[in-house]
């Protein structure tokens, strides 16, 4: 049965209500745009509507003569603009296209200016009295027209494509094979809260509240752009009403609010409409795939292949290269992969909740789906025949793996035992039913951290790190994770994060958070403890309680001690812990030269397709995870539980419609973007499987981005369980599946 607060299991924590929840539901709590700064100036974004050319000039006379214009910046009068480096290159920035840098246009919707006034509805009205002139040129949209430029990954720095053995010679002799094109859309972040940046100058001091999973990142970034030192910058950001990869970076807007408010020494808030999210931050690039399996008669693998094909910007070189995570998921015998990039006028795409895994795994899992058929074999005997051990790519073991577990509770509880394989067999009035599965997977990754804890007499903890809670509980695992390292209750914990003046902590990506801020907490209470009780009780398995601690501290004779403490993953790249506090992200993880660190889950669907309509309801969705050490079984459950929803999302609604002449956004709006409402939103059961992992750092996984990898293939699957069509092209959208 379903249930908000899974009781734990083994080597699983308490399913604790969220400590902010309070605040959130009261609107307590304060987002980026709800802090009140006192007589702001409103601004409104200047965007440009071509995708490639550049900017012949600005007729700004009557936009100035509205009255309550107090400012309109251009790249004619922004003055300079410090250079960041691209986030993948190790930099801050979501692209490297600089703002405001000259009249050059490299995608639509690229910021041109922006209009500060008294007002929003004066700042909107007078950015719509702005007269701009272009000299345009045809822009080439995506991957079909004319003009796209293709490269091999494989010269980005730090990529790899992964391969072992002579795949291609493994295939052509192979007894059973599929050879197969799969393509998956662009998708937009659709937060609930808009890209907000507010800045306050107190003399050379600036504060900003801007939603971001990354404060260090914020700071350091725009006192680059600002040309000042970062301890002149505050970046406030306790509350994100959704992230997911689009507040990870510094997009172009936050300089030019920083720089008017400075001009006109008064607060600036800017509010950015959600069509203009869609090209100044990141998004989830299309895919096209081809995915080559090949197995013996047993069904035992023997070759796999695969090849992506990712769009990105003219500017930089992005590539979400999922194949690293499809190359070590089962025992192939031979492996092959390649990924290019093909540059087009767009925008730099970005992260984007499991961004190599979504789609990568989508053409993988069809692909096994569709082996499984060929074999007739069972879809779940394929994937357990296949298990691995090792890195089918240098045989390093995995740290733990429950994969086949995952697979097995799965489909017992969602009753996979009653499904007929033949397609079309199953039936209900005009509806076409069918059951599918896929793996979901996601890899253990780390960054380093670091974290001040201050305890008292009387028991209280204080913890300051600069972690960021997304939407995912961040402050009750953190508080959580202290309370049980010190014995104290979770109320006399109190949680201060995402702030750029506290100890500088991961960014919220990469699914780290749990696991790192765990592995540097165990540090700083060990020291704590050590302090107020010794060696020799240091080592005692008993938890002090509160009664301890005062006795302690009276032995001491103090009333409060602090400890600082800094933690990296081994196998950091060399420089990682002094880049932490440089603002630069350091994860790693994943497959290493010494271990292989995954999640996995197994995740079952049921469909329903109308035979006449090709309508597609999903009225039933079980999955079951692994994830080592779960802190908090409540808010992992609400975790997996958004990500199957937004699997179902990827599956069936989501995608961005490019204007093939234009090479913009067309429904750039949450009224033709579609996400799964509550009627899309069938009955989600989650398996929490128990897993010890006593390799990895505190045998914690992370499942941030567990949840959404593989529903979509899942789905797919039923579909062709239900229908006998194989579709491989997402979303499964009616006017693909109209009989
Ligand atoms: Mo997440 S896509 O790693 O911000």
């Known amino acids: 049965m379903s249930t908000a607060t899974p009781q734990p299991k083994e080597n699983m924590g308490a399913p604790l209500p969220r400590i902010d929840g309070r605040a959130k539901v009261t609107g307590a709590a304060r987002y980026a745009a709800d802090f009140a700064v006192g007589n702001a100036a409103q601004a409104y974004l200047l965007t440009s509507t071509i995708a490639r050319g550049r900017i012949t000039g600005f007729d700004l006379t009557k936009a100035q003569a509205i009255p309550g214009v107090l400012h309109i910046m251009t790249h004619e009068n922004a003055g300079p603009i410090g250079s960041l480096t691209f986030m993948m290159m190790g930099g801050q920035s979501s692209d490297s296209v600089k703002p405001l840098d000259g009249p050059a246009i490299h995608y639509a919707g690229q910021i041109i200016g922006m209009v500060v006034a008294e007002s929003y509805e004066t700042a909107r009205q007078a950015a719509r009295a702005v007269g701009v002139t272009y000299a345009a040129e045809a822009p080439t949209s995506g991957f079909d027209p004319p003009g796209g430029e293709v490269i091999a990954a494989a010269t980005m720095p730090e990529h790899e494509d992964p391969k072992a053995g002579d795949a291609e010679a493994a295939f052509a002799k192979a007894a059973v094979k599929i050879d197969a094109e799969y393509s998956t859309p662009p998708q937009h972040h659709n937060t609930i809260e808009l890209f907000s940046t507010t800045c306050v100058w107190n003399g050379d001091e600036l504060t900003v509240y801007e939603p971001s999973q990354w404060v260090k990142g914020l700071q350091v970034g725009?006192?680059?752009?600002?040309?000042?030192?970062?301890?002149?910058?505050?970046?406030?950001?306790?509350?994100?009403?959704?992230?997911?990869?689009?507040?990870?970076?510094?997009?172009?807007?936050?300089?030019?609010?920083?720089?008017?408010?400075?001009?006109?020494?008064?607060?600036?808030?800017?509010?950015?409409?959600?069509?203009?999210?869609?090209?100044?931050?990141?998004?989830?690039?299309?895919?096209?795939?081809?995915?080559?399996?090949?197995?013996?008669?047993?069904?035992?693998?023997?070759?796999?292949?695969?090849?992506?094909?990712?769009?990105?910007?003219?500017?930089?070189?992005?590539?979400?290269?999922?194949?690293?995570?499809?190359?070590?998921?089962?025992?192939?015998?031979?492996?092959?992969?390649?990924?290019?990039?093909?540059?087009?006028?767009?925008?730099?795409?970005?992260?984007?909740?499991?961004?190599?895994?979504?789609?990568?795994?989508?053409?993988?899992?069809?692909?096994?789906?569709?082996?499984?058929?060929?074999?007739?074999?069972?879809?779940?005997?394929?994937?357990?025949?296949?298990?691995?051990?090792?890195?089918?790519?240098?045989?390093?073991?995995?740290?733990?793996?429950?994969?086949?577990?995952?697979?097995?509770?799965?489909?017992?509880?969602?009753?996979?035992?009653?499904?007929?394989?033949?397609?079309?067999?199953?039936?209900?009035?005009?509806?076409?039913?069918?059951?599918?599965?896929?793996?979901?997977?996601?890899?253990?990754?780390?960054?380093?951290?670091?974290i001040r804890i201050k305890l008292t007499g009387e028991g209280q903890a204080r913890v300051e790190i600069g972690v960021h809670d997304v939407g995912t509980g961040a402050y009750t695992a953190v508080a959580q994770i202290v309370s049980e390292k010190l014995g104290l209750p979770i109320e006399n914990v109190e949680v201060v994060l995402g702030e750029s003046t506290l100890p500088p902590g991961p960014i919220a990506g990469g699914s780290v958070t749990t696991a790192s801020v765990a592995a540097v907490a165990d540090i700083a209470c060990a020291a704590l403890r050590k302090r107020l009780f010794g060696e020799g009780a240091l080592a005692a398995s008993a938890t002090p309680t509160v009664e301890a601690y005062a006795g302690a501290f009276e032995r001491i004779g103090t009333g409060a001690i602090e400890e600082y403490a800094e933690w990296s993953q081994k196998g950091a790249r060399p420089g990682a812990m002094a880049g932490l506090h440089k603002g630069q992200v350091g994860i790693s993880g994943g497959q290493t030269d010494d271990a292989v660190m995954f999640s996995f889950g197994a995740e079952f669907v049921e469909v329903r397709v109308h035979?006449?309509?090709?309508?597609?309801?999903?009225?039933?969705?079980?999955?079951?995870?692994?994830?080592?050490?779960?802190?908090?079984?409540?808010?992992?459950?609400?975790?997996?539980?958004?990500?199957?929803?937004?699997?179902?999302?990827?599956?069936?609604?989501?995608?961005?419609?490019?204007?093939?002449?234009?090479?913009?956004?067309?429904?750039?709006?949450?009224?033709?973007?579609?996400?799964?409402?509550?009627?899309?939103?069938?009955?989600?059961?989650?398996?929490?499987?128990?897993?010890?992992?006593?390799?990895?750092?505190?045998?914690?996984?992370?499942?941030?981005?567990?949840?959404?990898?593989?529903?979509?293939?899942?789905?797919?699957?039923?579909?062709?369980?239900?229908?006998?069509?194989?579709?491989?092209?997402?979303?499964?959208?009616?006017?693909?599946?109209?009989?």
């Open 222 to 450: 725009l006192a680059t752009q600002l040309g000042i030192k970062p301890d002149k910058v505050r970046v406030i950001s306790p509350y994100v009403g959704g992230a997911f990869g689009s507040k990870g970076t510094v997009t172009n807007r936050t300089v030019l609010v920083a720089l008017a408010a400075r001009l006109l020494r008064r607060p600036v808030r800017l509010v950015a409409t959600r069509a203009q999210g869609f090209s100044f931050a990141t998004y989830r690039a299309e895919t096209k795939q081809r995915v080559r399996l090949a197995a013996d008669a047993s069904g035992k693998l023997v070759a796999f292949t695969h090849d992506g094909y990712e769009i990105t910007s003219r500017t930089d070189a992005y590539a979400v290269a999922g194949t690293k995570n499809t190359a070590v998921m089962y025992d192939y015998g031979t492996v092959l992969t390649k990924v290019s990039i093909v540059r087009a006028d767009r925008n730099t795409p970005g992260f984007m909740r499991s961004p190599g895994e979504v789609p990568y795994m989508f053409a993988l899992e069809s692909a096994m789906d569709e082996l499984a058929v060929a074999l007739k074999i069972d879809p779940v005997e394929l994937r357990r025949r296949n298990d691995t051990r090792k890195s089918p790519i240098n045989g390093a073991p995995y740290t733990s793996r429950s994969l086949v577990e995952c697979y097995d509770q799965a489909a017992a509880a969602f009753g996979w035992a009653k499904r007929n394989p033949q397609p079309r067999s199953m039936q209900d009035g005009e509806w076409l039913i069918g059951y599918g599965c896929a793996t979901a997977c996601y890899p253990t990754q780390h960054n380093p951290a670091s």
């Open 611 to 739: 035979s006449l309509t090709g309508e597609i309801r999903v009225p039933r969705v079980v999955g079951a995870f692994a994830a080592g050490r779960i802190v908090n079984t409540r808010t992992a459950n609400s975790q997996l539980m958004g990500g199957m929803i937004w699997g179902i999302g990827s599956a069936l609604h989501e995608f961005t419609e490019v204007d093939e002449r234009e090479a913009r956004y067309v429904n750039d709006n949450i009224a033709e973007y579609l996400v799964p409402v509550n009627a899309d939103v069938p009955v989600v059961d989650i398996i929490l499987v128990p897993e010890v992992d006593t390799i990895i750092p505190m045998g914690i996984k992370g499942l941030g981005e567990l949840g959404n990898v593989g529903t979509s293939a899942a789905i797919a699957n039923a579909v062709y369980h239900a229908t006998g069509k194989r579709y491989r092209d997402l979303p499964l959208v009616i006017d693909k599946t109209v009989a």
